[in-house]
Antibody, heavy 128, light 109 residues
Framework: QLQLQESGPGLVKPSETLSLTCTVS??????????WGWIRQPPGKGLEWIGS???????YYNPSLKSRVTISVDTSKNQFSLKLSSVTAADTAVYYC????????????????????WGQGTLVTVSS | QSVLTQPPSASGTPGQRVTISCSGS????????VNWYQQLPGTAPKLLIY???QRPSGVPDRFSGSKSGTSASLAISGLQSEDEADYYC??????????FGTGTKVTVL
């Protein structure tokens, strides 16, 4: 049974870079059937997709965050990571990682909005 | 369009049927499948309906989904107290973006 767990600092200073890691267990991050995604939820607000990565390194980012986001994958550790630069208070949120149905084949990639399962989430607060 | 539009709230008494709408456009719901997520208080979202109308194993059959054109709906029949939660729709957008709905809070009266 696939499980995901987020880890990283719970407090980040404004203008600095937020860094989180998601560890996948119960399955291989090199699976050809999944992308691996990051989603966030500001306190009391809705869900926002940040971006996703395939084991081969193919990435998709939310256009509104693309200039500040980098997602990477470490297949040897079964982990993928999120970096969000130049953070402000508006980046305060619970950050979730999730497995996302998708694949790449013959040079083309398909990504869905089907996320299952999700990690438990980690609250990151941006404050000095 | 950067989000899918849902009503902010819905409610019903135990046993009633509640329906939640999700409105999008031709580039998202109109051309891609819709998924629904349930978020119980203080927990991570959980997949409730995928590919417009499919239930994952373990999801009660009182939950059902449908799609028509650029809109989708989630129905909860036989509403139960444990269904009190936030519900989100989601779809891939052809602009290479995942869109989530604005979310609907369901209250069991």
């Amino acid at each position: 049974q696939l499980q995901l767990q987020e880890s990283g600092p719970g407090l980040v200073k404004p203008s600095e870079t937020l860094s989180l890691t998601c560890t996948v267990s119960g399955g291989s991050i090199s699976s050809s059937s999944y992308y691996w995604g990051w989603i966030r939820q500001p306190p009391g607000k809705g869900l926002e997709w940040i971006g996703s990565i395939y084991y081969s390194g193919s990435t998709y980012y939310n256009p509104s965050l693309k200039s500040r986001v980098t997602i990477s994958v470490d297949t040897s550790k079964n982990q993928f990571s999120l970096k969000l630069s130049s953070v402000t208070a508006a980046d305060t949120a619970v950050y979730y990682c999730a497995s996302q149905v998708g694949y790449c084949s013959g040079g083309s990639c398909y990504v869905s909005a089907l996320f299952d399962p999700w990690g438990q989430g980690t609250l990151v607060t941006v404050s000095s | 369009q950067s989000v899918l539009t849902q009503p902010p709230s819905a409610s019903g008494t135990p046993g009633q049927r509640v329906t939640i709408s999700c409105s999008g456009s031709s580039s998202n719901i109109g051309s891609n499948t819709v998924n629904w997520y349930q978020q119980l208080p203080g927990t991570a979202p959980k997949l409730l309906i995928y590919s417009n109308n499919q239930r994952p194993s373990g999801v009660p059959d009182r939950f059902s989904g449908s799609k028509s054109g650029t809109s989708a709906s989630l129905a909860i029949s036989g509403l139960q107290s444990e269904d009190e939660a936030d519900y989100y729709c989601a779809a891939w957008d052809d602009s290479l973006n995942v869109l989530f709905g604005t979310g609907t809070k369901v209250t069991v009266l």
